[in-house]
């Protein structure tokens, strides 16, 4: 299973991006993001048929983040607005094979089998 991650690129803080995540296959989907010298962090995680979507605590009151996937395109996206620059990261797209409850484990790396190879999002400030 290979995952293809693109729509990073350079903003200016207050711009939006989408990033897309193309992965075929019967799977849950989260997004996770990493900085040089700090750990992967979950940004955001939906069930395969899209019913339920998760998002970490803390990117509440930072850049506005939606999750959602359209299965008939085979692809995931995060839609992300007003970025500032402590959002600059890189940004991977995950693949968990479901198997049991996904609101057990959307937010641990482990969880998920397949990775993308991660896109760059740079915001100025």
């Known amino acids: 299973v290979q995952l293809q991650a693109s729509g990073g690129g350079l903003v200016q803080a207050g711009d939006s991006l989408r990033l897309s995540c193309a992965a075929s296959g019967r799977f849950h989907m989260g997004w996770f993001r990493q900085v040089p010298g700090k750990v992967r962090e979950f940004v955001s995680g939906?069930?395969?048929?899209?019913?339920?979507?998760?998002?970490a605590p803390s990117m509440k009151g930072r850049a506005t983040i939606t999750i959602s996937r359209d299965n008939a395109k085979s692809t995931a996206y995060l839609q992300m607005e007003r970025l500032r620059p402590e959002d600059t990261a890189v940004y991977y797209c995950?693949?968990?094979?479901?198997?049991?409850?996904?609101?057990?484990?959307?937010?641990?790396?482990?969880?998920?089998?397949?990775w993308g190879q991660g896109t760059l999002v740079t915001v100025s400030s």
């Open positions: 939906i069930t395969w048929s899209g019913s339920r979507n998760y998002y």
């Open positions: 995950a693949a968990a094979v479901p198997r049991s409850d996904f609101s057990g484990y959307y937010y641990d790396t482990a969880g998920y089998h397949y």
